[in-house]
């Protein structure tokens, strides 16, 4: 009788001591090391959110340790150690039970509130929402249809947001910059201090735009935008990879992107544009989704500019290679 | 209705043995002549010729079904299937319903005597099981192989052992295999040979279903395995459309390896929870079922329930493949969504699939070993009710970045989150029943204590995942791969073993050698943790998945877990070892109870007698009532559950 109250306190104090300590050495060791970093505003939440699971999930992980590390320590089966009762006397108490359920209760729905919480103030947290976002920064969604109208502009004087299209294929990326006369290019640049939105689309399979470090993610659909937002914070470097499966060669679909100052990205943009404008010249009019045609990818026929991502064959129909 | 008529009939074949002149059929036949193993692999060889031929005679000319690969899709599907046809016919599967067909009274089977009835359609469950044993251990084997192979790849991130499309291929085979076998490794061994045993029956409800499901997750096997001869598919065992839609003929040997495996689920899980419901024996209220019987039946209504989805979307994709439909490809109208949402509306139920017989053998164990009645019974069987009824509504967690409607993120995040209250239940129960305890650290035990350590990990890293913010991070990582390798390796495998362990015993009647299991469960416990812990920080870092390149900085912690992946490796082979030695080499016959279990299973004769029982026990109490002196046993085999009795009794127990 008398061993209960000891054999309860033992454990609660340790505990307790436990996740004190662990939780501290997480938030202030670990937890400003854990990715995705500070580039973009998203990571930075994303990190801060990912560090409060971990010193909430800390104390659950120790108390479930400790508690079979004291009973293998004292509940073994050796000498001295009392016959367990059974029948009755070992039915579990219905206080036991119930401050479990509710405490359990209390902390998933409380996780899953925060978690809501930080997905809708961060504008979907840098998430692929589809192609209508729910949640998108100031100004974005206004960009981005401007865009597909054949109107954005950006100039780093404003607070305008950046419309970035991401194509994916087989196995590489491209980004199309509307605001920069549709010019493409083969590594994401991004000027600091900016909105940005992402309008991720495939040519062929499903592939997954992963700027790791900016903490955006979006599946790339083949015939599907996938909107996702990113504010940059930071300039550097930041690695883009290929996040979905995608065939052979996905292991090898990924490059690197750089955020540079608003003027540093004019003045790249701008020498960019001009340098590629007697290849961008052939390129169709922006689009929210390309469709190649029956031949594919490669050497396939853009559609032309319309919102429907649908090219009907008869507007190309004297460019298809006879049967 | 059905109780009651079955009921005499079943009490008539076991005490009087069935005699008397019968027309034995084709599948019990002496000798050669009969059906077994051997003419199934004939006509399933035959069976893929014909379709082979039949498909290039039917469509060989037609230009769009060769397509790029050159390949005549509907051959590589007509040869499939005619092999599982012929197999099927061959091993005697078909005899019952042909004959039936044809309104010829069924032949009652003489049961098979000896080795020879492992190999044949046998209609008894423990034969069964014991086939499920040797068939799930060939796929954790094949599997396994194929991990020590990408283990090898990614030591080095630049220097490639394989070209990219083996090591694609070896990846996909490698997840398609260890989840098919996943699927049953529980279910199949244990659940066929034990559920009858525990619930105190002589059979199952549908013991042609049930030889039916073994022998259809073996063609099963032959047609993934067959992915390998044909160049693989690309696409890991998630398949996703229209990667699936480019693939080769590989592809086909996946969707229709689902389709074959997934008839198997359905049949197993249909069976199984019909026989719970139905053939406990008197006085087996709800409250009196073991938690290892709870955990088969819900995860045989997961069966029952999700595979079905999962067997459309796999014939959809062969429509897509070999008659040119086009559901999967969204630039003709179909939706490349479609596939995703199929595919993982069976595939998180399949998920729970994977860990709820792990939950109930260790709610089965560890009251054993603890030597204390199991803490919280209801509260264990309402979590596993309770994780399978929320696991059909959490599917779209798995595509949280790919653009579907965004504001159904915060509702799949909650329900995702919410199943972490019922999986709490299992360690309250856990943890509860190690209060207080006499623990006896036998084998068993402690899997069963890893279990509860590598899931916690598992489980809590689940939480991260289903947290969107978080889940942009880590989606698609190593994180996630760690994650449920943590909770189908770390908590499914590791509670097979402990189930193997306790159980062969009965199932064999010998006892594994305690030195050797020891040495397999302190390898396997400590690499299979160095294998995958660093897999979190390798995800978090920036590897993706399924990838073959990797980052410089990464290699050192990839190395660390290949090299104790080749361990882990290692510690399989002393399983291996151990099994052969204590059941071959160095037999030591098992007491009738080696672990002083209270349990139905133990409290038959050893080796088990062809129907189980001599009389149908009569449940009289809870079970698990350990130190309880002046506890009733808990069943009664005296003369107590007479035959009219005992129908009655069944009755008013299964509206309880």
Known sequence: ?323 | MTISAERPTETAAGTAAPAGPRRVSWTNRPGWMSQHLGTALVLAFLGYLLGHWWGNHIAGNYHYINGASGQNSVADFLALLLMVVGWLVGIGALNYPIAKLFGREAVEEAPAKGMSRYFRYTLDHKVVGMQYVVGTLLFLFTGGLLAMAIRTELLNPTVHIFNPGTYIEIVSEHGTIMMMMATSVVVGPLGNYLVPLMIGSRRMAFPRIEAFSFWIFSAGYMVIFSALFYGGFPTGWTGYAPLQNQAGPGMISYLFGFAVIGMGMIAAGFNIAVTIINYRAPGMTWSRVPMFVWSILATASLLTLATPVLFSAGLFGILDHVVLTSLYVNEHGGSSYLWENLFWFFGHPEVYIMALPGFGIVAEIVPVFTRKPLFAYKVAAAGMMGVALLSFFVWQHHLFQSGINPDMRPLFMLTTELISIPTGFIYLVGMGSLYKSKMRLEIPMLFSLALYFNFLIGGITGVFLSDVPVNVTVHGSFFVLSHFHYTIMGGLIFAFMAGLYYWLPKMTGYMMNKKLGLWHFWTMFIFFNMTFFPMFIIGLLGQPRRVFEYAHGLQGLNDFSSISAFCLGASFLLFFWNLMYSMIINPKKAPANPWDSLGLEWQTANPVPLYNFERIPVIVTEPYRYSEPGAPAYADFGGGGSDGGSSGAVGSSVEE
């Open chain 1, 1 to 323: 009788m008398n061993n209960e109250p000891r054999h309860m306190r033992r454990i609660v104090t340790a505990w307790v001591i436990a996740s004190v300590i662990g939780d501290l050495l997480w938030w202030f060791l670990v937890g400003p090391h854990i990715p995705p970093g500070n580039m973009t505003e998203s990571a930075h939440w994303n990190q801060f959110d990912f560090n409060v699971l971990a010193v909430t999930a800390i104390p659950v992980v120790f108390m479930v340790w400790l508690w079979m590390g004291y009973a293998l320590v004292n509940w073994r089966d050796k000498p001295g150690v009392p016959d367990p009762v059974g029948g009755e006397a070992a039915k579990a108490p219905y206080r036991v039970q119930a401050a479990w359920i509710s405490i359990t209760s209390i902390v998933v729905i409380a996780a899953a509130i925060y978690g809501t919480v930080a997905l809708i103030g961060d504008h979907g947290s840098g998430g692929g929402e589809g192609p209508n976002p729910v949640w998108a920064p100031e100004g974005a969604v206004a960009a981005n249809t401007a865009a597909i109208q054949g109107k954005a502009t950006w100039s780093p004087a404003g607070h305008q947001p950046l419309v970035v299209q991401v194509i994916a294929q087989q196995w590489k990326f491209t980004y199309r910059y509307p605001a920069f006369g549709g010019m493409e290019t083969s590594r994401l640049i991004l000027p600091v201090g900016t909105d940005v939105v992402f309008d991720v689309t495939s040519l062929d399979v499903i592939h997954d735009f992963w700027a790791y470090q900016l903490s955006v993610k979006a599946d790339a659909n083949p015939g599907v935008n996938n909107v996702a937002f990113a504010d940059t914070h930071q300039t550097g470097q930041f690695m883009v990879r290929c996040d979905e499966l995608c065939g052979i060669w996905h292991g090898a679909m990924y490059n690197s992107g750089r955020i540079l100052s608003k003027t540093a990205f004019m003045a790249w943009a701008t020498k960019t544009e001009a340098q590629n404008a007697s290849n961008t010249k052939y390129l169709p009019p922006f689009a929210w989704t390309y469709t190649p045609d029956a031949n594919g990818a490669s050497g396939g026929l853009y559609p032309d500019g319309n919102v429907t991502p649908y090219s009907p064959y008869d507007t190309y129909g004297a460019k298809q290679p006879a049967s």
